[in-house]
């Protein structure tokens, strides 16, 4: 599969809250950089993560892809990302972010290796 057909199967799972698809995309031992600053490292910890993350359906997020670059075994794409939530009241809030994610080429699969958000 190629770069960008796995970015797609990657965004897709997240699009579907599918937890399984979206854990097929992420390697091992990736980290991720939440908005607050938070760090969760490894695949036990991004599936909790995630999980919760996805069995909440309230929040819908759009990602506009602003740069890709791709060499040989390693790609990045960068994304402005528009995100909406409800906060522990019950409030609408939006969140405007940076995203960039670095995937791998890792026994023929592109594989997410770091994810970092950026709350603007």
């Known amino acids: ?3 960008t057909t796995a970015l797609d199967h990657h965004l897709a799972a997240i699009d579907a ?21 938070g760090t969760l490292t490894g695949s036990d910890a991004i599936r909790a993560f995630h999980r919760k993350w996805f069995d909440d359906p309230d929040w819908t997020m759009t990602a506009t892809r602003t740069r890709t670059v ?13 995100y909406r939530d409800l906060d522990g009241d019950g409030r609408p809030y939006t ?22 958000n950026t709350v603007l």
Do not use: N
């Not at 791709?70 to 528009?82: E, G, P, Y």
């Not at 995203?99 to 970092?116: E, R």
């Open 1 to 3: 599969m190629d770069f």
């Open 17 to 37: 809250r599918d937890l399984e698809a979206y854990m097929a995309t992420v390697h091992h031992e990736a980290t991720i950089v939440l908005p607050g600053g």
């Open 70 to 82: 791709l060499h040989r075994d390693t790609a990045v794409a960068v994304f402005d990302v528009d």
């Open 95 to 116: 969140m405007r972010q940076v995203l960039g994610l670095v995937f791998a080429l890792v026994d023929g699969d592109w594989l997410l290796v770091h994810d970092q």
